[in-house]
């Protein structure tokens, strides 16, 4: 009993250290917005900016050619939105014939459909972009947005895993009080995978908003730049690189992941922990 508060003040200490190195890149990011460009990266400056430069963010928001960040912040929220809304719908769906449905070969494209979820990304982008191409999709948000409409495999698995735990009384009482497929599930089953039904648009919120390769394959005019690329343009090869303006948008940039994950952070633990209850 005597080493009981002995551990815990262990345990303290090693979760405070653990939590200081995961955090000190992000504090290293938000110093440094403050700091001159040519002194970002000296090793005699200290941690603290002196003085404090404030004119980062003022840069910075003033954009790169003749579009103010606030552009690329909402071509951001515009892929993030609809690719949103189209990935979760459509996977809930895609979820809900295979956990609920009977159909001829449904273990068979149940595992098609987990082999697409260990195939890397990088393998389809060739064919992707030949399809877009030939669609005469390019330089537009379609070949970003569009596919998200047709399901992601990690969120059908896991709205499966959900819907499983679900008993099938409630659809044998539905079923008898008149519902058909479609009724059911978005009057029945679509209220109660609430917590996956988050899980996944915060996880598609995170993976849509710092997406790069997506916007670098496919769009062309800086005016349509999300905030990733927009990024990237204050890193220039051949002239001083804007390092201080930057991180300055940086900070900015992870200002909306934050507020998501501290708004629905209940709903991520709660939406994978359920799902693997199973």
């Excluded at 909402?74 to 449905?101: E, K, M, P, Q, W």
């Excluded at 449904?106 to 195939?119: E, N």
């Excluded at 679900?166 to 008149?178: K, S, V, W």
């Amino acid at each position: 009993m005597r080493s009981k508060p002995v551990r815990l003040v262990m345990y303290h200490i090693l979760a405070a250290g653990g939590a200081l190195l995961m955090l000190y890149p992000v504090l290293w990011l938000v110093m440094s917005s403050f700091k001159p460009s040519t002194m970002i990266f000296s090793t005699a400056e200290s941690l603290i900016p002196s003085p404090w430069i404030w004119e980062n963010y003022v840069q910075g928001w003033k954009g790169i050619g003749g579009y103010t960040f606030s552009t690329f912040i909402s071509n951001s929220l515009i892929i993030v939105v609809l690719s949103t809304i189209g990935v979760v719908l459509s996977s809930a769906l895609i979820a809900f014939g295979f956990a609920r449905l009977q159909f001829w070969g449904k273990s068979f494209w149940f595992i098609i459909m987990l082999v697409t979820l260990m195939l890397p990304h990088d393998v389809v982008l060739v064919p992707q972009y030949i399809l877009f191409a030939k669609l005469g999709w390019l330089n537009s948000f379609l070949p970003i947005i569009i596919p998200n409409f047709f399901g992601a495999p990690f969120f059908i698995f896991l709205m499966v895993q959900f819907i499983r735990t679900l008993p099938h009384e409630l659809d044998e009482a539905a079923t008898i009080d008149g519902c058909g497929k479609f009724r059911l599930f978005y009057r029945i089953i679509l209220p109660l995978i609430a917590p996956a039904l988050a899980t996944s648009a915060i996880f598609s919120f995170y993976w849509r908003w710092e997406d790069l390769i997506g916007p670098v394959l496919y769009l062309n005019k800086p005016e349509m730049y999300p905030v990733s690329m927009a990024l990237k343009m204050f890193l220039d090869n051949d002239t001083l690189s804007n390092w201080g303006a930057m991180f300055a948008m940086s900070v900015v940039t992870l200002i909306p992941v934050i507020a998501v994950f501290f708004a629905f952070q209940k709903y991520i633990v709660e939406g994978i922990s359920t799902s693997g209850l199973k």
